[in-house]
């Protein structure tokens, strides 16, 4: 199955949001692999943003992204990139479609929740860039078949 990397974000963190964005994740039905909270800081973004280093609002992104400690994720599940990709909603909040995390629970276009991996390449850069291997659990929930049919699994 395909992994992808979660950060909820300080804007979420901040207001206590932690466990919603959390039930939500795991009332889709998506396996939580790895799970941690770290102090990011701007040495990491500058990796983890690179395509966004020069823009000008990346000084306010850094400090965003450092105002408190982040929760990181690992996700696992079929299609699981795209799937959570989705769940997230677009970038700026006020654009993002209801249902989605941002759409709910944002009207930023910066502080905006979560971070979500945006393809199984980069996914698997971004889950390297924030665990090693031993803090990632390979476990298979015993209701797995309520959540996919058998030729699924
Ligand atoms: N961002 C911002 N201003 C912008 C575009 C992006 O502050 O005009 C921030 C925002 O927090 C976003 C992050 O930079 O989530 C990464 O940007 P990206 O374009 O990769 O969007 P995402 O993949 O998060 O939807
Ligand atoms: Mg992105």
């Given at each position: 199955?395909?992994?992808?990397?979660?950060?909820?974000?300080?804007?979420?963190?901040?207001?206590?949001?932690?466990?919603?964005?959390?039930?939500?994740?795991?009332?889709?039905?998506?396996i939580i692999s790895g799970m941690?909270?770290?102090?990011?800081?701007?040495?990491?973004?500058?990796?983890?943003?690179?395509?966004?280093?020069?823009?000008?609002?990346?000084?306010?992104?850094?400090?965003?992204?450092?105002?408190?400690?982040?929760?990181?994720?690992v996700?696992t599940?079929?299609?699981?990139?795209?799937?959570?990709?989705?769940?997230?909603?677009?970038?700026?909040?006020?654009?993002?479609?209801?249902?989605?995390?941002?759409?709910?629970?944002?009207?930023?276009?910066?502080?905006?929740?979560?971070?979500?991996?945006?393809?199984?390449?980069?996914?698997?850069?971004?889950?390297?860039?924030?665990?090693?291997p031993n803090e990632i659990f390979n476990y298979?929930?015993?209701?797995?078949?309520?959540?996919?049919?058998?030729?699924?699994?």
């Open positions: 199955m395909e992994q992808t990397l979660v950060i909820i974000k300080p804007s979420a963190v901040e207001r206590r949001l932690i466990g919603k964005v959390v039930g939500r994740i795991e009332d889709k039905g998506m941690k909270m770290i102090q990011l800081d701007e040495r990491i973004l500058r990796e983890h943003y690179a395509h966004l280093v020069d823009r000008p609002f990346f000084p306010d992104l850094v400090k965003s992204m450092t105002a408190t400690p982040v929760i990181v994720m996700l599940g079929i299609d699981v990139v795209n799937v959570f990709r989705t769940m997230t909603g677009s970038t700026n909040g006020r654009k993002a479609a209801p249902g989605t995390l941002r759409g709910d629970f944002c009207m930023s276009g910066q502080a905006n929740i979560v971070h979500a991996s945006d393809s199984p390449e980069n996914a698997k850069i971004e889950i390297a860039r924030f665990f090693s298979a929930p015993v209701d797995m078949s309520f959540f996919y049919a058998d030729d699924e699994l």
